[in-house]
């Protein structure tokens, strides 16, 4: 198992800007996704962000307009950039220690953008 | 492409009532079953998970559910709900050798005292 901690849990952001949100493991881990929760649905997976190796994003999910890091084994950080008030969800930081595992989320990062 | 269908989003329960929850997946080949749960105000957490071996599965909470291949189902179940059990649950599933978790859109539980 591992503590997945997000920063900020929550923002309200004002459209145009951009929010850059931290994920941090307490224990070495080679795979990390980042999912989008949007109001009344499930759990979308925007990205897949390995440690040395650019992230793969998933249809209809863009470099530009969420930029991803992965410096190192335990941290992450997903940008939503020039927000919009669409980009009003809850994003998520999940983690896997390898195929067929189950996976760990952080508490999340409720953003509303107003 | 996988995906997966909860058949219910909103479901209401009196405690003590029994639970299940339908679930159906859409994928070729061999899969990992996963039902996780939301409890309000709390993360993700597994609930209990399908890799291979016997089709019905437990997990915490007095929780089970079954692997019906041939129906590409795997229905969470609970003989008695207690009020404490109220969350969001989500089905979900990876292919075998996949790292990807799809998931379904979920149903939101909720059990009356």
């Known amino acids: 198992s591992a503590v997945i901690s997000q920063k900020p849990s929550r923002d309200i952001c004002q459209r145009g800007t951009s929010l850059t949100i931290q994920c941090q493991v307490d224990?070495?881990?080679?795979?990390m996704f980042w999912y989008r929760q949007q109001p009344g649905q499930s759990l979308t997976l925007i990205a897949t962000a390995n440690q040395g190796s650019e992230a793969t994003y998933e249809s209809g999910f863009v470099i530009d307009k969420f930029p991803i890091s992965r410096p190192n084994l335990t941290f992450s950080t997903l940008t939503v950039s020039n927000m919009s008030p669409e980009d009003s969800s809850i994003y998520l930081c999940?983690?896997?220690?390898?195929?067929?595992?189950?996976?760990?989320f952080g508490q999340g990062t409720r953003l509303t953008v107003v | 492409a996988q995906s997966v269908s909860q058949h219910n989003h909103h479901v209401i329960l009196s405690e003590a009532a029994s639970l299940e929850l339908g679930c159906n997946y859409s994928?070729?080949?061999?899969?990992?079953l996963f039902w996780y749960v939301q409890y309000p105000g709390q993360h993700l957490q597994l609930l209990l998970k399908y890799f291979s071996g016997d089709p019905l599965v437990k997990g915490i909470k007095g929780f089970e559910a079954e692997f019906i291949k041939s129906k590409f189902s795997f229905n969470l179940r609970k003989p008695s709900v207690q009020w404490s059990d109220t969350a969001e649950y989500f089905c979900a599933v990876i292919d075998t050798g996949g790292f990807k978790t799809i998931f379904g859109a979920g149903t939101r539980l909720f059990v009356k005292a």
């Open positions: 224990s070495q881990v080679t795979m």
């Open positions: 999940s983690v896997e220690w390898g195929q067929n595992t189950e996976a760990f």
């Open positions: 994928y070729g080949g061999t899969v990992n």
